[in-house]
């Protein structure tokens, strides 16, 4: 008795068991082996990859992108890509060159045809873009091996021996970074510069003003005490002038303000009657709209509450309609059911009639049936007794029946009308009777005798002449 191997697979494992009964590949997590079948493991746990891929950017310009996948065996429901994978990666390593080989192209080619199609500015700053792209190309190359990525990290892009783009465009952010800082340091340095001379100017020239203010204070002072006397007699007599001339200004400047104030006060009475005309134009504008707006709401109140009794006439006769419709709808549809249940019971009686009719017909056949078979059952025990009587003659019973029913005589005549009509010619044969001692030439000669009576009738009865080999018949000349 043969017994099978019970396999369990491990948790990052699974069973791809292939011969006998099963059909290409079947996976499992557990199996009983049987013989003429064969059990191999899947390790079905990923495998970190890391590249450094040589690209070029639509300029022309080599780069190295360093990259590392993370990518395993594709797990799904159906386990259709699990059995790609077991078909045509899993008789190697993980770890072998051959599989990382296999991964480093797909990789390499699908990069390398992404780099050409953009700048390095491009890629230099889009690299999230560009990694999603590499991603989804290379995810959808090895889909036909049934391999998943299930992380990949790009990592900075770097310079190929010879040509330093990368390390030429950091010296340049560098460089650009310098100089705006010795701009910077410039420009501060120029602004503290100037504050200062600005400010040392402002300090010299508030010491020349102060100094000048001195001096003409002093020299005012000087020529105070000699103006002192002409001034005390001259503001006297300006006094007295300003004096005159404030009152005239102050007359003028009265009348100037009586006119003004009579202006403002005919302005104000203006534009008192105007805000009072203004006032009560819009005091009336707003009486008409409210008288409008009063109007509005009552017509359509009126309108509202017209058409709410149209309604409810119209929900009315059509409430009225719909119930007259319905009793009559309930009227008809009574009406055919009455009808209906009449059609059925006439259908009820007519098939009931014929139904009995058929018993009878049915009844009556079965009678003659069984009268039938009782004068057939008579019949046999009859023909069984005078067969019996007869020995079991079968050819005397059947004379026997043929007299009884008439059929001899019913043969005779068939035979009878059949001939009706008919003018046979009868000839007669004679031929030499050898008696009992002749011999067996005479008995030829004889039938050679009987053949021209006979073709002769033959041509008589049908016409027909005999074959050239056999004989001619001698024509009549009576005739």
Request: aromatic fraction near 6%; include cysteine.
């Given at each position: 008795?043969?017994?099978?191997?019970?396999?369990?697979?491990?948790?990052?494992?699974?069973?791809?068991?292939?011969?006998?009964?099963?059909?290409?590949?079947?996976?499992?997590?557990?199996?009983?082996?049987?013989?003429?079948q064969k059990c191999s493991r899947l390790d079905i746990s990923p495998?970190?990859?890391?590249?450094?891929?040589?690209?070029?950017?639509?300029?022309?310009?080599?780069?190295?992108?360093?990259?590392?996948?993370?990518?395993?065996?594709?797990?799904?429901?159906?386990?259709?890509?699990?059995?790609?994978?077991?078909?045509?990666?899993?008789?190697?390593?993980?770890?072998?060159?051959?599989?990382?080989?296999?991964?480093?192209?797909?990789?390499?080619?699908?990069?390398?045809?992404?780099?050409?199609?953009?700048?390095?500015?491009?890629?230099?700053?889009?690299?999230?873009?560009?990694?999603?792209?590499?991603?989804?190309?290379?995810?959808?190359?090895?889909?036909?091996?049934?391999?998943?990525?299930?992380?990949?990290?790009?990592?900075?892009?770097?310079?190929?021996?010879?040509?330093?783009?990368?390390?030429?465009?950091?010296?340049k952010t560098q460089m650009e970074a310098a100089n705006q800082a010795?701009?910077?340091?410039?420009?501060?340095?120029?602004?503290?510069?100037?504050?200062?001379?600005?400010?040392?100017?402002?300090?010299?020239?508030?010491?020349?003003?102060?100094?000048?203010?001195?001096?003409?204070?002093?020299?005012?002072?000087?020529?105070?005490?000699?103006?002192?006397?002409?001034?005390?007699?001259?503001?006297?007599?300006?006094?007295?002038?300003?004096?005159?001339?404030?009152?005239?200004?102050?007359?003028?400047?009265?009348?100037?303000?009586?006119?003004?104030?009579?202006?403002?006060?005919?302005?104000?009475?203006?534009?008192?009657?105007?805000?009072?005309?203004?006032?009560?134009?819009?005091?009336?504008?707003?009486?008409?709209?409210?008288?409008?707006?009063?109007?509005?709401?009552?017509?359509?109140?009126?309108?509202?509450?017209?058409?709410?009794?149209?309604?409810?006439?119209?929900?009315?006769?059509?409430?009225?309609?719909?119930?007259?419709?319905?009793?009559?709808?309930?009227?008809?549809?009574?009406?055919?059911?009455?009808?209906?249940?009449?059609?059925?019971?006439?259908?009820?009686?007519?098939?009931?009639?014929?139904?009995?009719?058929?018993?009878?017909?049915?009844?009556?056949?079965?009678?003659?049936?069984?009268?039938?078979?009782?004068?057939?059952?008579?019949?046999?025990?009859?023909?069984?007794?005078?067969?019996?009587?007869?020995?079991?003659?079968?050819?005397?019973?059947?004379?026997?029946?043929?007299?009884?029913?008439?059929?001899?005589?019913?043969?005779?005549?068939?035979?009878?009308?059949?001939?009706?009509?008919?003018?046979?010619?009868?000839?007669?044969?004679?031929?030499?009777?050898?008696?009992?001692?002749?011999?067996?030439?005479?008995?030829?000669?004889?039938?050679?005798?009987?053949?021209?009576?006979?073709?002769?009738?033959?041509?008589?009865?049908?016409?027909?002449?005999?074959?050239?080999?056999?004989?001619?018949?001698?024509?009549?000349?009576?005739?």
């Amino acid at each position: 008795m043969v017994i099978p191997q019970y396999i369990v697979a491990g948790p990052s494992e699974m069973l791809a068991i292939t011969g006998s009964g099963i059909n290409e590949i079947k996976l499992k997590k557990k199996h009983f082996l049987w013989p003429l079948q064969k059990c191999s493991r899947l390790d079905i746990s990923p495998v970190n990859y890391s590249f450094e891929v040589q690209a070029m950017s639509a300029e022309k310009l080599p780069f190295v992108l360093p990259a590392v996948f993370t990518i395993g065996p594709q797990l799904d429901e159906n386990n259709e890509s699990l059995i790609k994978y077991a078909q045509l990666v899993s008789n190697h390593d993980k770890n072998s060159n051959h599989v990382k080989e296999l991964v480093k192209g797909i990789i390499e080619g699908e990069t390398r045809v992404l780099a050409a199609s953009m700048t390095m500015e491009q890629i230099f700053k889009g690299t999230k873009e560009f990694k999603k792209e590499v991603f989804e190309k290379v995810q959808l190359e090895l889909n036909q091996f049934g391999l998943y990525i299930y992380n990949a990290n790009v990592k900075q892009l770097v310079d190929v021996p010879g040509h330093e783009y990368f390390s030429y465009l950091g010296q340049k952010t560098q460089m650009e970074a310098a100089n705006q800082a010795k701009i910077d340091v410039a420009e501060a340095r120029m602004k503290g510069e100037i504050g200062s001379k600005q400010r040392d100017g402002e300090t010299k020239q508030n010491a020349a003003k102060i100094d000048a203010e001195t001096m003409i204070i002093s020299t005012r002072r000087q020529g105070e005490g000699k103006k002192e006397e002409v001034k005390v007699k001259t503001e006297v007599k300006i006094f007295e002038n300003q004096r005159e001339a404030e009152v005239v200004e102050a007359s003028a400047e009265l009348a100037k303000k009586k006119a003004g104030w009579s202006q403002t006060a005919r302005l104000a009475e203006v534009e008192a009657e105007k805000a009072v005309e203004i006032r009560e134009a819009e005091l009336q504008m707003e009486v008409q709209k409210k008288k409008a707006f009063a109007q509005t709401a009552k017509l359509k109140a009126e309108l509202l509450s017209q058409a709410n009794v149209e309604y409810d006439v119209k929900v009315q006769e059509a409430n009225s309609e719909l119930y007259k419709r319905q009793k009559e709808a309930e009227a008809a549809l009574f009406e055919s059911q009455k009808k209906a249940e009449a059609q059925k019971a006439i259908a009820d009686a007519e098939f009931y009639s014929r139904q009995q009719a058929a018993n009878s017909e049915l009844y009556a056949k079965q009678k003659e049936a069984e009268g039938v078979a009782a004068i057939g059952k008579a019949q046999a025990v009859y023909l069984g007794s005078i067969l019996k009587e007869l020995n079991h003659n079968y050819s005397a019973l059947r004379d026997y029946l043929m007299i009884n029913n008439g059929i001899y005589q019913e043969i005779a005549n068939i035979n009878a009308q059949a001939v009706n009509g008919m003018q046979p010619k009868i000839s007669i044969w004679s031929g030499a009777d050898g008696g009992e001692g002749g011999s067996g030439l005479k008995d030829v000669a004889g039938m050679y005798r009987m053949l021209p009576p006979l073709l002769q009738t033959v041509q008589e009865q049908t016409g027909m002449q005999p074959p050239a080999w056999l004989g001619t018949i001698p024509h009549d000349e009576s005739k």
